[in-house]
């Protein structure tokens, strides 16, 4: 048994082992027979463009079970990549060729081998002096890694696109294209027959343009651009570039004054986007003259920009500043003092109260807006106090009555359904709903107190997170249904039912109300009616005899 006979091989190269065409085989019997009988010369082999082992394959053909290539017998291969998507990094080189020759493009498209495979990126270069390059990024690659091949690339190109596959992009790799363009660029594939075609978008925390083919995007002197999107490049990627590899014009040094409104401005930008920045992605938007900040100069500047007078409502703008492992900066602390809310005594501590004022500003500033939550307050021993003491005050309605005013409370659903469900901020349900079926013990009636949880969160949550919730609300309810430990629920009813069982109901109270009251009027009958008297009884009184 050979190294690929044991996985189904779906993709081939035709014509002979160094071959770049590559052919996804129909699965289908008679989809396959047909594609015989119209290319009935073509060889198929385990290319080494997709990392194999340069053998001919046969495609065979069954009526029981998927179709697949197949090696010839006692052929040794360690190919890792077999599936519909281990050929796409030629597929892209055969739609990138197709339009670059409809743009008049001069081209240059190489697939790369980052360690993983020959398929791990594709680079597509336009020009001849410095050239254009957009970076089709495959594989996942670590946040370190992408900013040392963008500083490399950017200096050898004029302008330089990075567009990532699924799953391939680092969160911080997100927040850093996010604060630099405004966007991040992505792309998938859709089988059409026995190929793949590309599709692009660009997204960014809040919205993203829809899939699009290569012929509506258009390479311009500022780069890639995809239909829907402004780009948001602040003076090109040559200055970019010069920006991230440290060269460039000595920064120029300005007063205290433009430096707090350029750090309020870039921190409220990343609360918009939903991000949380390093200190060097806040001096990337802010000013690069704000790198060489000593812990005491960052501190000075932070609360100067936060100011002093403590407002209960605006949000901690310095809490959404973050170090490369995710956590708050120690200084931090520091600057929760100078602005008068409490001196953290744990790093624990600070690190759970940013992250609700970094909550609280995407709340404030995101799009759409919504209220936030309250802020967590601090104890004088820089502990976090009492879950009731950090409740907003709720809205009372006073009713003026004989004796003096009467406060009412508004009315809270009962805590009953909510039994043995933790609370947890909005954003926290749809991870708990997902453990909640992984969870030993009474899982259903957790799952279904986490579901009523999930109903209240809805009318506070944002796109994308509502949408996001909804999904896993009814992957939930799914799993719920299917198990047989499940307690039996009541089938809900649309309106127009229970309107049409209530009308049915009441013309049946009426229909047999009327009956009651015609039974009622009638008289009982004579059961000797029509019956012929016995001898010597009659209804008529006797007759008297004359005297």
């Not at 998938?188 to 343009?209: K, M, N, Q």
């Amino acid at each position: 048994m050979n190294g690929s006979d044991s996985r189904l091989v779906q993709t081939a190269v035709i014509g002979d082992p160094n071959s770049g065409r590559a052919i996804i085989l129909p699965t289908d019997a008679d989809e396959l027979t047909r594609w015989r009988r119209r290319h009935p010369n073509y060889t198929y082999w385990c290319g080494n463009q997709l990392g194999g082992c340069g053998n001919e394959l046969s495609d065979r053909l069954y009526r029981d079970k998927v179709c697949h290539f197949a090696h010839r017998p006692h052929t040794s291969c360690h190919r890792t990549a077999t599936g519909a998507a281990s050929a796409d990094h030629l597929f892209i080189k055969d739609d990138l060729a197709a339009w670059a020759g409809r743009n008049r493009l001069k081209w240059r498209a190489v697939a790369r081998n980052l360690g993983s495979g020959p398929g791990d990126a594709v680079d597509f270069k336009v020009g001849t002096a410095r050239r254009q390059h957009v970076r089709f990024q495959f594989s996942r690659l670590p946040h370190a890694e992408w900013q040392r091949a963008s500083r490399r690339l950017s200096d050898e190109a004029a302008t330089l696109d990075w567009v990532f596959g699924p799953g391939t992009a680092q969160p911080e790799t997100m927040e850093e294209l996010y604060d630099e363009y405004g966007y991040l660029l992505r792309f998938r594939f859709e089988t059409h027959g026995a190929v793949r075609r590309i599709r692009l978008r660009a997204e960014d925390p809040r919205r993203s343009t829809d899939w699009v083919p290569l012929d509506d995007c258009a390479l311009t002197s500022e780069g890639l651009r995809i239909p829907g999107v402004e780009p948001r490049r602040r003076s090109g990627a040559s200055r970019s570039a010069e920006a991230r590899s440290g060269r460039g014009a000595e920064p120029m040094r300005r007063s205290r004054e433009e430096q707090v409104l350029a750090v309020r401005e870039a921190l409220v930008s990343a609360a918009r986007l939903r991000t949380r920045p390093t200190w060097e992605a806040l001096s990337r938007s802010a000013g690069s003259d704000l790198l060489g900040f000593s812990v005491l100069d960052r501190v000075e500047l932070l609360v100067a920009v936060e100011g002093t007078e403590g407002d209960e409502v605006s949000p901690l703008l310095s809490a959404l500043i973050r170090t490369e492992e995710g956590d708050p900066p120690a200084y931090m602390g520091n600057v929760v003092a100078a602005v008068g809310y409490g001196t953290p005594a744990t790093t624990a501590v600070l690190k759970r109260w940013c992250q609700r004022e970094a909550d609280r500003a995407f709340a404030v500033y995101g799009v759409p807006s919504r209220t936030p939550p309250p802020r967590l307050l601090l104890t004088a021993d820089g502990r976090l106090t009492a879950q009731h003491s950090a409740e907003p005050a709720r809205n009372q309605t006073i009713v003026h009555v004989q004796g003096g005013p009467v406060r009412h409370s508004p009315r809270r659903k009962p805590e009953s359904q909510f039994a043995g469900v933790p609370l947890l901020r909005d954003t926290e349900i749809r991870h708990a709903l997902r453990g909640a079926r992984q969870r030993r013990g009474p899982r259903p009636r957790y799952a279904a107190a986490l579901l009523a949880r999930a109903e209240e969160a809805l009318t506070r949550l944002p796109e994308p997170q509502r949408s996001l919730l909804v999904a896993e609300m009814a992957t939930t309810r799914r799993w719920l249904d299917g198990r047989p430990d499940t307690p039996a629920r009541n089938p809900r009813k649309s309106r127009r039912a229970k309107n049409a069982a209530e009308t049915k109901t009441a013309a049946t109270a009426k229909k047999s109300g009327q009956k009651q009251k015609k039974q009622r009027g009638k008289k009982p009958k004579n059961p000797l009616q029509g019956a012929r008297p016995l001898p010597g009884f009659s209804d008529a009184a006797p007759k008297k005899r004359p005297k």
